[in-house]
């Protein structure tokens, strides 16, 4: 026997019982998601560990289809004086008697077997006569009861009916749990509420809270490193072309935007598995992230040209929007004589600098990058991506969207980590430097999260 919190979760059908399953499990492959009624036939159960021990099992159950010939039928079982438990056992085993009502049974039996109730409810449900019964049917249970408010954020969301309907029925404690776009701290305060209701549990749900206060925080600090490694990566990459070679800088710029597409990909991925969301449970035309690239492209020539803050003659050496040369750095433009006096007229470090990239012009070669404005762009969208999954829950069966981001016209910095990496196309994966810039860059990008 496991010491675990047994939790039966239950109210009428898709008031969205499976969806705060997955949201509470972390596990968007939990039971079956729909709009359509009934998809949940039998009770289906999730462990939630805590340290390696059970500390809250959940289960799932059918919708409660007719709430109201249920009670009807139970009424009329057992004697005036017996309880309620006493009649739900009588109907229970009266397997006539409950043959029309399967579903309803199954759900019974399985809040018999559990120390609480979750009751969910739509919001945006008017209260019906079947709401009432079904809150009368749990009461005869003798079990306690925690209603929870589900689709909070539709508009058509209205709580003072239920709370009213609830307080009669003896429910004052009433939790709010949006299931797929729960607030920060909800799942924590519906901990609490199982707590205040289920004395003997109050030390393992903290400890549920906590563990998962600590796994939020390890996970967001993974998140924004992974974007800063991919920053960085992307800062660095250098593709060698001739430019003056039209039908080969159009190659070398393929393969270069590929690269960068390539990346931010791995980006998308690597942040789905942080926090733990599945495509596969999705249908795949209806994310823009499965196939390929972000619905922006990073090379959106719109978008760049209002963000970009052009550097010099790269691009009018024949490059599209978004890719400058390499010579152009911090914004100079070089041409021969210039670099040459550079070169002459600069410190040791300058010719360092420029002497390898001046003896590749000499070669006719040249090497791609993103400019600025595509680093920022990038930026923007993983912060975006982040953002968005820290919020959303499990539950939620919606793609994201992930709108292009079109900062105003004012001035735009990038962070001093990620324009050293730009410099610095030479660092190896593991070099010191490399991850030096990718700490201090992860901290800035952490420090102005929301
Ligand atoms: N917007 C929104 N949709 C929800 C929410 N909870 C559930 N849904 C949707 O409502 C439908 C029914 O949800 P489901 O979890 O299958 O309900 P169940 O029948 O009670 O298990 C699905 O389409 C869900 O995506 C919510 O909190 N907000
Ligand atoms: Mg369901």
């Known amino acids: 026997m496991s010491g675990a919190l047994k939790l039966a979760v239950v109210g009428h059908t898709n008031v969205g019982k499976t969806s705060l399953l997955r949201t509470l499990t972390r596990d968007s492959g939990f ?227 590929q690269a960068v597409c390539d990346r931010e990909q791995k980006l998308v991925d690597d942040l789905l598995a942080c926090y733990r969301f599945n495509l596969d449970a999705v249908e795949a035309d209806e994310l823009p992230l499965q196939n390929g690239s972000w619905e922006v492209d990073a090379f959106d020539t719109a978008a760049l040209g209002l963000l970009s803050a052009r550097l010099g003659g790269g691009a009018a050496a024949g490059a599209a929007a978004g890719v400058g040369i390499d010579l152009a750095v911090g914004g100079m433009t070089l041409g021969a004589a210039a670099l040459t006096g550079a070169l002459l007229g600069g410190s040791a470090q300058t010719a360092r600098h420029y002497g390898r990239k001046l003896l590749q012009r000499w070669q006719g070669k040249q090497s791609l990058r993103v400019d600025q404005a595509v680093l920022l762009h990038m930026q923007m969208r993983a912060r975006k991506l982040v953002e968005a999954l820290e919020l959303r829950g499990h539950g939620a069966v919606q793609p994201f969207r992930l709108d292009r981001e079109i900062p105003g016209r004012s001035r735009i910095v990038l962070p001093a980590p990620l324009r050293r990496a730009s410099r610095h196309p030479e660092w190896s994966p593991d070099s010191e430097s490399r991850q030096h810039a990718i700490d201090l860059l992860a901290e800035h990008l952490s420090e102005h999260a929301d």
């Not at 959940?58 to 004697?79: K, N, Q, Y």
């Not at 249970?141 to 909070?152: G, H, I, Q, S, W």
Request: aromatic letters at 4%; a negative charge; one cysteine or more.
């Open 31 to 257: 039971g079956e998601v729909s709009a359509r009624p009934s998809t949940t036939r039998d009770v289906q159960g999730a462990r939630i560990l805590v340290d390696g021990e059970a500390v809250l099992e959940l289960f799932d159950t059918p919708g409660m289809e007719d709430p109201i010939g249920v009670l009807a039928m139970i009424e009329r079982v057992g004697s005036r004086r017996s309880d309620g438990i006493e009649r739900i056992r009588a109907w229970l085993d009266a397997p006539a008697q409950r043959v029309a009502h399967e579903q309803e049974a199954k759900v019974i039996e399985q809040v018999l077997r559990s120390d609480a109730a979750l009751y969910i409810i739509d919001s945006r449900d008017p209260v019906l006569a079947k709401h009432r019964d079904e809150l009368q049917l749990l009461a005869l249970c003798a079990v306690p009861v925690l209603p929870v408010l589900n689709f909070l954020r539709d508009p058509r969301s209205e709580e003072q009916p239920w709370l009213d309907v609830l307080a009669r029925a003896g429910l004052h404690a009433v939790m709010r749990f949006d299931s797929v776009a729960p607030e920060r701290d909800a799942e924590a305060r519906l901990m609490g509420g199982l707590a205040t209701l289920l004395q003997r549990h109050e030390q393992s749900l903290e400890r549920l809270v906590q563990a998962r206060a600590r796994d939020a925080e390890r996970r967001r600090q993974v998140a924004w490193r992974l974007v800063a490694e991919a920053l960085v990566d992307v800062a660095g990459l250098r593709v060698e072309t001739v430019v003056e070679d039209a039908a080969v800088i159009r190659r070398d710029e393929a393969r270069f935007r």
